[in-house]
């Protein structure tokens, strides 16, 4: 079964830095790429980027170019998002999602809830 | 960006109703179209991919249509585990955008 688990909700300060990561299995893992997506509390879906495992080539959005950063250990097959230095706004649920080049995401992780909070 | 509309917000619907969905792009995105469903508390759901193609293990009551800037989404016998909220997304060009989503309720 192809299946994404992501890391466990995280509770933080602003300014503090973090890093998310999301695990896949049941399938080769350097054949798909992995996207972000972001949801606000009781808002909508939001793509932040992704990443191709493979050669760890990066794809933001501009709404999130420069405040965080998609990676990716090939050997371990495994994502991560991570910020520098949290803001409130960050607080939200993350997913990650497997693609391949056509863009449609599935299967997703189950998400990691993010909450920032001085 | 493409921006993604869809319509309506919300809607009220009987178990056993016909509903559909719609979803308006910006610009031509030719069938790069795909839906979700989010149930609250869970992550979203592959529906539908390239507009009308049927993710496998999703029931045929659902169905994708459109192409170009307009798209829909039919269920055609809501069922209880169906009230949930559903959202399109382009796959044409990144950055990749949702629409606003459409919240699906018993009425």
């Known amino acids: 079964e192809v299946q994404l688990m992501q890391s466990g909700a995280e509770v933080k300060k602003p300014g503090e830095s973090l890093r998310i990561s999301c695990k896949g299995s049941?399938?080769?893992?350097?054949?798909?790429?992995i996207s972000w997506v972001r949801q606000m509390p009781g808002k909508g879906l939001e793509w932040m980027g992704t990443?191709?495992?493979?050669?760890?080539?990066?794809n933001y959005s501009p709404s999130f170019q420069g405040h965080v950063t998609i990676s990716a250990d090939k050997s371990i097959s495994t994502a991560y998002l991570q910020w520098s230095s949290l803001k409130a706004s960050d607080t939200a649920m993350y997913y990650c999602?497997?693609?391949?080049?056509?863009?449609?995401?599935?299967?997703w992780g189950q998400g990691t809830l993010v909450a920032v909070s001085s | 960006d493409i921006q993604m509309t869809q319509s309506p917000s919300s809607l009220s619907a009987s178990v056993g109703d016909g509903v559909t969905i719609t979803c308006r792009a910006s610009?031509?995105?030719?069938?790069?179209l795909n839906w979700y469903q989010q149930k609250p508390g869970k992550a979203p759901k592959l529906l539908i991919f390239?507009?009308?193609s049927l993710q496998s293990g999703v029931p045929s009551r659902f169905s994708g249509g459109g192409s170009g800037t307009d798209f829909t989404l039919t269920i055609s016998s809501l069922q209880p585990e169906d009230f949930a909220n559903y959202y399109c997304?382009?796959?044409?060009?990144?950055?990749?955008?949702f629409g606003q989503g459409t919240k699906v309720e018993i009425k």
């Open positions: 999602a497997r693609h391949d080049s056509s863009g449609w995401f599935d299967p």
């Open positions: 049941g399938y080769s893992f350097t054949s798909y790429w």
């Open positions: 990443i191709d495992p493979s050669d760890s080539y990066t």
């Open positions: 610009q031509n995105i030719n069938n790069y």
């Open positions: 390239a507009a009308s």
């Open positions: 997304q382009e796959s044409y060009t990144t950055p990749w955008t």
